[in-house]
């Protein structure tokens, strides 16, 4: 007997598990996670675009509290935030088009939901005595998991 499930993601977790994904998407990216300054002092307004990780929300114990993560790649700087509300959101600046930093922020946005979802789903695999027995990265980067209950 055999079932397909297709998982569509929701991001909501601790900034630490956050920002595992993160950094888990940047090295599979050639991103580098970047150490210093986290803010956009530097980069102009023309060369950055802003938008919120869809379906996140970065549960934490200190309310009100913000938190940075700022990853880099030729010229190019994104920065996660996790505002005083919770929602994550990313600002991507650099030397390109308003579109082209918009669709290197989608990627990667995609990239750190992905890794999010398959470190959550391997971890309840798990924990449910299932053991893993086939995966392949798709053509399309998705990744088709096999798995067999153990027991």
């Given at each position: ?24 998407a ?15 002092t ?17 549960l ?41 930093l ?29 053991s ?12 088709r ?7």
């Amino acid at each position: 007997m055999s079932a397909v499930c297709v998982l569509t993601p929701i991001l909501i977790a601790s900034w630490p598990a956050i920002s595992a994904a993160i950094a888990g998407a940047a090295a599979s990216l050639g991103f580098a996670v970047a150490t210093g300054r986290n803010d956009l002092t530097e980069a102009s307004p023309d060369n950055t675009v802003e938008t919120v990780l869809p379906h996140s929300q970065v549960l934490d114990d200190i309310k009100g509290k913000a938190e940075t993560m700022r990853i880099e790649k030729n010229g190019v700087s994104i920065i996660f935030r996790r505002d005083e509300r919770g929602a994550c959101t990313l600002c991507v600046s650099g030397p390109l088009s308003k579109s082209k930093l918009e669709k290197i922020g989608q990627e990667v946005a995609g990239r750190v939901t992905q890794q999010f979802a398959y470190h959550k789903l391997m971890t309840e695999l798990k924990k449910h005595n299932y053991s893993v027995v086939e995966e392949q990265v798709q053509t399309d980067s998705s990744i088709r998991v096999r798995v067999r209950l153990n027991g």
